[in-house]
């Protein structure tokens, strides 16, 4: 399998690096890392999507906008056409109808935003984040993280219980519908419910491990010392639906991140330096 590791938008907090550990400006960097994965036998297979054409397009339409002015606002989004996952995939010579698979961490507008772009595309996801997503959202930060309008024109769901098979001292689920073994969901309930990283097992025998948003910074890992900025770690705290959960599968990448380094890589979806450092090819 060849892995691409693509930024599908950015976002530009006010704060510079109390956000992203290095900005010299006023406003910071941060990223929706994706990863497009091509499979032998499966067709083109995407982890999260980023931001989409729709939302480029119309982010705000009423009367159930795809991203709300306030998180909007929050975040400083810069919705650019080029970044959208399509967008990048079409630049690499394939076409929507390539992309058979799309396994999503979690179904907030950061990362779900494009799978309208995909409309043949079965979704994989979590029994527990797709009810949260499309059922009753109370309270401010359900109401703007899961956003109806990037979902309703989905036709094709995958959806997983939390049953688990051991992986490295985790709950995984395998045999993801559709997809080869090299695939697997690991719940890491905390940020939501029903968020889960996606591990996938490389030719060379070694994992990476795309943790979604069970971290944010690059300084949370590979490190027994926990290092977070400021302001990712308000954010943090903001959108969890659960802290001991979200602290507990934290530390327990963290663990696994410096004990079992030479057989997992761990990254996150909005550390630019991560990024940077996997489009490289340089270690994390």
């Known amino acids: 399998m060849r892995i691409h590791h693509l930024n599908c938008g950015t976002d530009c907090p006010l704060g510079g690096a109390l956000f992203?550990?290095?900005?010299?400006?006023?406003?910071?960097?941060?990223?929706?890392?994706?990863?497009?994965?091509e499979t032998d036998a499966h067709g083109l297979v995407l982890v999260d999507t980023g931001y989409g054409l729709k939302d480029v397009d119309h982010p705000h339409r009423r009367p159930d906008p795809r991203i709300t002015v306030p998180w909007r606002m929050l975040l400083n989004i810069r919705l650019r056409e080029q970044e959208t996952a399509i967008r990048q995939i079409e630049a690499l010579g394939f076409t929507a109808n390539d992309v058979r698979h799309i396994i999503v961490t979690h179904l907030?507008?950061?990362?779900?935003?494009?799978?309208?772009?995909?409309?043949?595309?079965t979704v994989h996801v979590m029994q527990r984040e797709y009810v949260d997503a499309t059922g009753p959202r109370a309270g401010i930060v359900a109401r703007n993280r899961w956003r109806p309008r990037q979902l309703d024109e989905v036709r094709h769901w995958q959806r997983y219980g939390a049953r688990g098979e051991p992986w490295f001292g985790f709950d995984a689920v395998r045999d993801l519908t559709g997809l080869p073994p090299e695939l697997l969901l690991v719940p890491l309930?905390?940020?939501?419910?029903?968020?889960?990283?996606?591990?996938?097992?490389?030719?060379?025998?070694r994992w990476l491990l795309h943790a979604g948003d069970a971290y944010f910074y690059r300084g949370e890992m590979r490190s027994a010392r926990r290092r977070c900025t400021p302001g990712l770690r308000a954010y943090q705290r903001l959108m969890?639906?659960?802290?001991?959960?979200?602290?507990?599968?934290q530390s327990r990448l963290r663990t696994l991140s410096i004990d079992r380094r030479d057989e997992v890589t761990v990254t996150c979806t909005h550390d630019p330096v991560e990024l940077e450092r996997a489009q490289a090819g340089r270690p994390l």
Do not use: K, M, Y
């Open 20 to 37: 992203d550990g290095r900005s010299v400006s006023p406003l910071g960097h941060i990223v929706c890392h994706c990863l497009l994965i």
């Open 108 to 121: 907030d507008f950061d990362h779900a935003g494009g799978l309208e772009d995909f409309p043949n595309a």
């Open 189 to 205: 309930p905390g940020h939501t419910w029903g968020h889960a990283g996606v591990a996938i097992r490389q030719g060379d025998g």
């Open 240 to 249: 969890e639906v659960d802290a001991r959960s979200r602290i507990d599968n």
